[in-house]
């Protein structure tokens, strides 16, 4: 028989709900919004055409030779005003995105940092939290504040704070135009579990593990496809964790938070049946993608998957594609981007332990912008799935 849900006074009262952001604070985070997504989305292609249209045929005719690869592409486009325009727009509204939610963030703090004490003393959803003493967090991390979100991650102020992870959370709602925390990002679990239950039909993981979780939204969603498996979400930036264990405690869902360095856990070998991440690598430098992957080899039990989403490699982009994602390794403080995209996803995995015939590279369908029938035919290979960021993730991964 089903649990009964709990009730009023038993749940974790729901952290999102004391932010209040006033009449001008919103307007001015829908005007943020509508300019990042006018960088992203309609200057950035013109930026591409104006460099396959205008600069490489004036380069042609001037006899001069044309850049090779992305980041060649990039030094002769920094001249052009088109160019510097998008930049400008683009990473001011992205720092603005973060900034226009700090203040009704921290108007609220304290009680946001009860809730989640309350979360903690009580675990009702049966979820934990297991944070770190004296956790050095990677300068990886640290350096740079990633995304040019002030403050990155990890940052804390007061004891058990977790207003870093709610201004992560609502800026990037600023960002995608206001969706609610299971929907915001947690698409891409969306997508990626539905592909797994069509690639693995008898696979029923147990235990499933999400690196880099930050506050678990591309977790929650596995347990649409797999409702009796165990969550777990490991990260090193409390704030986030703290502020995801609120969350999931609140929404009923029992997740096993801690925070620890992917690159060394201390979970038993073969103690999940699954691994995935989202988002993750690209900001961790190659070394620490090897070792990371490695530990996922350890972690997995025999016949478990590992699948991260992520952005495609620079051996499926081409010149021009590279120059467009690659704009974040110099702009967006995410320094080991390109790098991570150089790299090649598959030898990674086999690099790591799999079996080179159980290593996959895939575009996932995003599973709400396709019927069923479509994504199975993308599937089959009856159909060719649209690229990464036209309707697709890209993901890596194998079978152990
Ligand atoms: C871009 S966020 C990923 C967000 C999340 N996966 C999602 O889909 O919403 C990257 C996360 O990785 C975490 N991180 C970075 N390096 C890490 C490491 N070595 N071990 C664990 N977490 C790490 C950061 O703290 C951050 O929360």
């Avoid at 509204?93 to 304290?110: C, H, K, T």
Wanted: aromatic content about 10%.
């Amino acid at each position: 028989m089903p649990e009964a849900p709990l009730t009023r006074d038993e749940a974790v009262a729901d952290v999102d709900a004391l932010y209040q952001p006033s009449h001008d604070e919103f307007a001015r985070q829908r005007m943020i919004g509508v300019m990042r997504n006018h960088a992203f989305h309609n200057l950035r292609y013109a930026v591409a055409d104006e460099y396959e249209k205008v600069v490489a045929p004036r380069l042609a005719k001037e006899g001069k030779p044309l850049p090779q690869d992305g980041h060649a592409i990039d030094k002769v486009m920094q001249s052009e005003h088109l160019y510097r325009f998008y930049s400008a727009i683009r990473y001011n509204s992205q720092e603005m995105m973060y900034l226009s939610v700090q203040d009704p963030v921290l108007r609220v703090a304290g009680d946001m940092i009860e809730i989640g004490r309350d979360a903690t003393a009580r675990n009702p959803a049966g979820g934990s939290l297991r944070l770190a003493e004296n956790f050095e967090v990677p300068r990886y991390v640290t350096a740079q504040d990633i995304h040019l979100a002030p403050g990155c991650f990890h940052s804390e102020y007061t004891a058990d704070d977790l207003t870093q992870g709610a201004i992560l959370q609502f800026g990037s709602m600023v960002g995608v135009g206001g969706m609610a925390h299971r929907k915001s990002a947690g698409v891409v679990a969306q997508s990626v579990s539905n592909w797994l239950t069509l690639k693995y039909p008898d696979f029923k993981p147990k235990r499933i593990l999400d690196i880099g979780t930050q506050s678990g939204k591309n977790l929650i969603p596995y347990l649409d496809e797999y409702p009796d498996a165990e969550l777990y979400g490991i990260d090193v930036a409390a704030p986030c964790l703290r502020y995801g264990h609120a969350k999931a405690e609140h929404e009923g869902v029992a997740i096993h938070f801690s925070q620890q360095n992917a690159e060394a856990l201390d979970f038993a070998d073969g103690y999940f049946d699954l691994i995935v991440s989202s988002f993750f690598f690209h900001e961790v430098p190659v070394p620490a993608t090897k070792r990371i992957l490695k530990e996922c080899y350890r972690l997995l039990s025999p016949g478990g998957v590992m699948a991260h989403m992520e952005l495609p490699p620079s051996k499926l982009a081409g010149p021009v594609l590279d120059f467009m994602w690659d704009w974040d390794t110099q702009n967006n403080n995410e320094p080991s981007y390109r790098a991570f995209r150089g790299q090649d996803p598959a030898q990674l995995v086999a690099e790591a332990g799999f079996a080179p015939a159980n290593a996959f590279e895939v575009h996932v369908p995003n599973r709400d912008s396709f019927t069923k029938e479509q994504r199975v035919a993308f599937f089959r290979g009856e159909a060719k799935a649209p690229l990464h960021g036209k309707g697709s993730w890209f993901v890596f991964g194998g079978r152990k």
